[in-house]
């Protein structure tokens, strides 16, 4: 084997450890997120029809096990809150990461006046509708799932939207109408998209 051939080998081998080294740390570092499932809203709206009683159980047990004066968002991941925030007389705390028997956690269910009970009955019940995360704030919103950077969720309204909010809630890009209550939503992560998989926004006339 001539020097050129054996240096060529040797750069090649070189450069497909490092491409391989490197989505290693991708994946270890943002915890598989570029290799997890990638969804769009025709799914989501199948979960919704498919799952649509339980995800109503998930809006009605969270409005009233809520006190009316505090907010919070929860996030369920493996077992164990990915989030767990917590908004009372206008102090914001995030809580990441947390273990769900862990003393944070406990230290934040007696804020809300909760015991394991209310939060492993929420957990089932965001189970049983395939969702993962809600939050109190009115609309009611229900995380679906993770897709790559970002997340897609179901903000449930108390009444049927008006013609108003219709258009407010029916951009496109964050937001679609999807019918009666449901609006749907996708929020994007620190990087990549913004918007619903498959949105163009539409260029303002010259």
């Not at 989030?83 to 769900?100: M, P, S």
């Not at 937001?175 to 449901?182: A, L, S, T, W």
Request: glycine content about 8%; aromatic content about 14%.
């Amino acid at each position: 084997m001539n020097n050129f051939l054996r240096i060529l080998l040797i750069l090649g081998g070189v450069f497909f450890a490092l491409i391989g080294g490197f989505f290693l740390f991708i994946y270890i570092a943002f915890n598989g997120i570029f290799t997890g499932p990638s969804y769009n809203q025709s799914d989501l709206i199948e979960n919704y029809e498919n799952k649509k009683e339980q995800i109503i159980e998930v809006k009605n047990y969270i409005e009233k096990i809520v006190p009316e004066n505090i907010f919070v968002n929860i996030e369920f991941k493996n077992g164990d809150l990915e989030t767990f925030h917590v908004k009372r007389n206008g102090n914001y705390e995030n809580n990441w990461h947390l273990d769900i028997d862990s003393k944070k956690t406990d230290s934040l269910l007696n804020i809300l006046g909760w015991t394991h009970s209310e939060l492993e009955t929420l957990k089932d019940k965001l189970d049983k509708a395939n969702c993962i995360s809600v939050a109190s704030r009115k609309p009611i919103t229900i995380g679906w799932q993770r897709s790559a950077m970002g997340m897609f969720f179901y903000k449930l309204f108390d009444q049927n939207l008006n013609d108003s909010l219709i258009e407010q809630y029916n951009g496109g890009c964050t937001y679609i109408f999807y019918k009666d209550n449901v609006v749907l939503q996708y929020g994007g992560g620190a990087i990549g998209p913004q918007c619903f998989p498959g949105f163009v926004r539409k260029e303002l006339p010259h």
